[in-house]
């Protein structure tokens, strides 16, 4: 299928970084959009984002390939019913939220399955708006796709092959397990970060000690915490029954830790922590399941101006491409940590080999 236009619902910083992509990659294709303010359309006009210089109406989405809904959840599930009437036959309705199950069961009700594939970009940051959006936030960012039960799965595979020539990373999920694994490796430690803050906040004294001397391992386990507080009211809302199994067997897990502590047992304490260090360590590690083998070391880096730009120099002197590179904050090491993450193993093998050549501390995963 050749795509020739976009319709976007909405131009935050997911869609509006979705839209700027695809204008980078894609120019030909013809991109209109409708928003909830006239001055964000204003600005994607003026940019060259979009070709509607007013808001778009419902009936101008009519001659689109794919719709990207991208506002609240509650506002798109009100979206879809208008989309219903509108969309051709060939047209492909999907989104962008964290949350599938709602979206999905509000498909199915509409009779709409068999044009609707779910999408969850996991990429963004604690900015909002069209004004912080990105033509590379989806660089190399996982991009879940949900696709109903009805829609053809050539439809799936297009949608997909659109989705990784913006630059991301798509996998395959059923939206079902996309709920349960966000809200464990998402939801879950949100909850629990808000949870661990406001109980330190509670806990300290009137001097503030706690908050004077707190560090290290606190900051880094509660940083999250400062994410945006009316995203996750509605992430806890719309994913609130697998949030809650989830929660439930990490009180389990919590009290069983509890019991060892009460009764001294030394080694089902330590084993508590290693089996947590075994897994957390293997996150690094090539991953199994439906995504690519990953390339990736650590070294060790001076905090100094030009540290980062001397060794990409350094393998781009040997023709070794860089897939993603980035400074770790989070760890014990002294001084800063990078991640180098290649295309291969022939390119990894000899940027362990250079780095180590030039003195460089590194550290194989």
Known sequence: MSIEKLGFIGLGLIGGSIVKTARRIHPDIRIIALSGHQSTITAAYEEGLIE???????????ACDYIFLCAPVQQNLHYIEQLKGVMKDSCILTDVGSVKGDIHRAVLALGMEAHFIGGHPMAGSEKTGLSHATAYLLENAYYIITPTKQVDRHRVSEFRNFVESLGAIPMVLDYDYHDAATAAISH????IASALVN???QSDDETE??????????????RIASSSPVMWEEICLTNRGQLLAMLDAYQKNLFQIREKIAVSDAAGI??????AKNYRDSLSVSPKGPLKTVFELYCDLIDEAGGIATIATILASNNISIKNIGIIHNREFEEGVLKIELYDQPAYDRSVE???????TVYER
Do not use: C, W
Request: charged share 20%.
């Open 52 to 62: 509607n210089r007013k808001n778009a109406s419902i009936e101008d989405f009519a």
């Open 188 to 191: 879950l430690p949100h909850v």
């Open 199 to 201: 109980f330190v906040a």
């Open 209 to 222: 000690t706690m908050k004077t001397i707190a560090a290290g391992g606190f900051k880094d386990i509660t």
């Open 270 to 275: 330590h084993s508590f922590f290693q089996s």
């Open 354 to 360: 250079l780095l180590r050549k030039y003195h460089y």
